[in-house]
C-alpha cells in the first residue's frame, strides 16, 4: 500500500470515527492518528522521504540542468550515458576516496551511466591547485587518468599534484596554462556557488535525478539512486 492509499485510508477511518461520535471528534480523532502511526511507523518514513524529495526538487528548480552540463572532459563513465549522477569532490577529502570503489562498481554495473564530477576544492589549501589542474587534465581528455592518479597520491600538495599530471600522461606546460585560465576559475567558483545553492557543505555531495545526497553513503544508497533516476 503506498503512502497515498495508507493516508486517504486512515482519513477515512476518521471521519468514520467522528461521524459515530461526534461529541469527541477532536480527542477521538487524534486517538486515531496516533494508533494508526504506531502501528504504522513506516509511513512516517515515507512521508519524510517524499518531503525530502520535494525540497530536494525546489531546490534543483533552474539549475539542475546546468549542473548535469560537464565541464568540457570532467566526466566518468560513458560520456554519452542516458542515466546522470553528479558528484561533488575535493583531491583532500578522505570520505571522496573511500567512495572510490563505490564509484567504480557503478560504473560497472550500469555501461550507460556517466558521472558528471564537478571540482569542490574546500578542504585544503592545495584543494584548488589539484582542482585547477583537473580541469586542465579535462581538456587534454586525460580527466580521468588524472583523477586517478591524484587520488591515488593519498595527498594533496604541489609536488602530488605535479606527479599525477605526470602519469596521467599531460602535457604539462599546456596544462599549467589552462589550470591558470579565467575559464577554469569561473568553473570552479561556478561549482561554489552551486553547491552552496543547493545545501551541500562538504563532499563528497551526489545528485541523481531529483535526488540530492550528502556523504559517503555507499554503494547500496548509490545504486538505488542511479537507479530511480533512470526510471528503473
Given at each position: 500500500?503506498?503512502?497515498g492509499?495508507k493516508?486517504?485510508?486512515?482519513?477515512?477511518?476518521?471521519?468514520l470515527?467522528?461521524?459515530?461520535?461526534?461529541?469527541?471528534g477532536?480527542?477521538?480523532?487524534?486517538?486515531?492518528?496516533?494508533?494508526?502511526?504506531?502501528?504504522?511507523?513506516?509511513?512516517?518514513?515515507?512521508?519524510?522521504?517524499?518531503?525530502?524529495?520535494?525540497?530536494?526538487?525546489?531546490?534543483l528548480?533552474?539549475?539542475?540542468?546546468?549542473?548535469?552540463?560537464?565541464?568540457?572532459?570532467?566526466?566518468?563513465?560513458?560520456?554519452?550515458?542516458?542515466?546522470?549522477l553528479?558528484?561533488?569532490?575535493?583531491?583532500?577529502?578522505g570520505?571522496?576516496r573511500r567512495?572510490?570503489?563505490?564509484?567504480?562498481?557503478?560504473?560497472?554495473?550500469?555501461?550507460?551511466?556517466?558521472?558528471?564530477?564537478?571540482?569542490?576544492p574546500?578542504?585544503?589549501?592545495?584543494s584548488?591547485?589539484?582542482?585547477?589542474?583537473?580541469?586542465?587534465?579535462?581538456?587534454?581528455?586525460?580527466?580521468?587518468q588524472?583523477?586517478?592518479?591524484?587520488?591515488?597520491?593519498?595527498?594533496?600538495?604541489?609536488?602530488?599534484?605535479?606527479?599525477?599530471?605526470?602519469?596521467?600522461?599531460?602535457?604539462?606546460?599546456?596544462a599549467?596554462?589552462?589550470?591558470?585560465?579565467?575559464?577554469?576559475?569561473?568553473?570552479?567558483?561556478?561549482?561554489?556557488?552551486?553547491?552552496?545553492?543547493?545545501?551541500?557543505s562538504?563532499?563528497?555531495?551526489?545528485?541523481a535525478?531529483?535526488?540530492?545526497?550528502?556523504?559517503?553513503?555507499?554503494?547500496?544508497?548509490?545504486?538505488?539512486?542511479?537507479?530511480?533516476?533512470?526510471?528503473?
Amino acid at each position: 500500500m503506498g503512502i497515498g492509499t495508507k493516508i486517504a485510508a486512515t482519513v477515512a477511518g476518521i471521519a468514520l470515527v467522528g461521524a459515530g461520535a461526534w461529541f469527541g471528534g477532536p480527542v477521538i480523532a487524534g486517538r486515531v492518528i496516533h494508533d494508526y502511526l504506531v502501528t504504522n511507523p513506516e509511513v512516517l518514513t515515507e512521508a519524510m522521504d517524499a518531503l525530502q524529495r520535494k525540497q530536494s526538487k525546489a531546490q534543483l528548480a533552474g539549475v539542475k540542468q546546468s549542473v548535469e552540463t560537464p565541464f568540457p572532459g570532467a566526466v566518468l563513465g560513458n560520456p554519452n550515458g542516458s542515466v546522470t549522477l553528479v558528484e561533488f569532490t575535493d583531491y583532500a577529502c578522505g570520505y571522496c576516496r573511500r567512495s572510490l570503489p563505490d564509484v567504480a562498481q557503478l560504473l560497472a554495473k550500469n555501461p550507460n551511466l556517466r558521472i558528471v564530477v564537478r571540482e569542490l576544492p574546500i578542504i585544503s589549501p592545495h584543494s584548488p591547485d589539484a582542482a585547477r589542474m583537473a580541469l586542465a587534465a579535462a581538456e587534454q581528455g586525460k580527466y580521468a587518468q588524472f583523477h586517478d592518479a591524484m587520488f591515488a597520491a593519498g595527498q594533496v600538495d604541489p609536488e602530488a599534484i605535479e606527479a599525477a599530471g605526470k602519469q596521467a600522461g599531460l602535457d604539462m606546460d599546456r596544462a599549467r596554462k589552462v589550470a591558470a585560465s579565467q575559464v577554469v576559475a569561473q568553473e570552479l567558483s561556478r561549482n561554489l556557488d552551486v553547491a552552496g545553492r543547493l545545501g551541500f557543505s562538504g563532499t563528497p555531495s551526489w545528485i541523481a535525478g531529483d535526488r540530492l545526497i550528502s556523504g559517503a553513503v555507499g554503494f547500496d544508497q548509490l545504486s538505488q539512486a542511479v537507479s530511480e533516476a533512470s526510471g528503473g
